[in-house]
């Protein structure tokens, strides 16, 4: 696990390697629901749900579902929990989501000028520091005044 710049949140954040981001993919597609497409453990009213969760908090899982956590929240509480065993932090945004894209293969290289990561492997220009280098003769910074 690495803290890298990600050029889609504009912020820094962890970068899983591919086994480290393969035990966040199984929560997920455990959250997602199993091979009948019934998502696993939510099978009743938000109401009965949630009271399962909080038992099944209660019982074993590590981190706490949040008072006023959205439905999306207690969904992929298993997402956020693998996340968090897996680096050792604590996830603070707002949909767990969001932790799908935090592995390194979704970025390319890091840029040759500022050093932040590109957006994929054949980018010929960066984005945050604006230059471009698609013609290696002629490299321009689009930032430039
Ligand atoms: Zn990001
Ligand atoms: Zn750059």
């Known amino acids: 696990m690495k803290v890298d710049w990600c050029w889609a949140c504009k912020r820094e954040?962890?970068?899983?390697?591919?086994?480290?981001?393969?035990a966040v993919?199984?929560?997920?597609r455990e959250a997602e629901g199993d091979r009948f497409g019934k998502p696993v453990g939510?099978?009743?009213?938000?109401?009965?749900?949630?009271?399962?969760?909080?038992?099944?908090?209660?019982?074993?899982?590590?981190?706490?579902?949040?008072?006023?956590?959205?439905?999306?929240q207690i969904r992929y509480q298993p997402l956020k929990d693998a996340y968090e065993r897996v680096t050792?932090?604590?996830?603070?945004g707002d949909d767990p989501k969001v932790?799908?894209?935090?592995?390194?293969?979704?970025?390319?290289?890091p840029c040759p000028y500022c050093g932040r990561l590109l957006r994929n492997?054949?980018?010929k220009q960066c984005f945050e520091c604006g230059m471009d280098w698609h013609d290696p003769a002629k490299i321009v910074c689009h930032r430039k005044p």
């Open 13 to 22: 954040h962890p970068m899983l390697d591919e086994a480290e981001f393969d």
């Open 25 to 28: 993919w199984r929560a997920y």
């Open 42 to 72: 939510l099978v009743g009213t938000p109401q009965e749900n949630r009271e399962r969760l909080l038992r099944l908090q209660n019982s074993h899982m590590s981190s706490s579902i949040p008072p006023g956590a959205t439905s999306r």
């Open 88 to 92: 050792g932090l604590k996830f603070e």
């Open 99 to 109: 932790i799908l894209h935090y592995r390194c293969s979704f970025y390319g290289p």
């Open 121 to 123: 492997e054949r980018a």
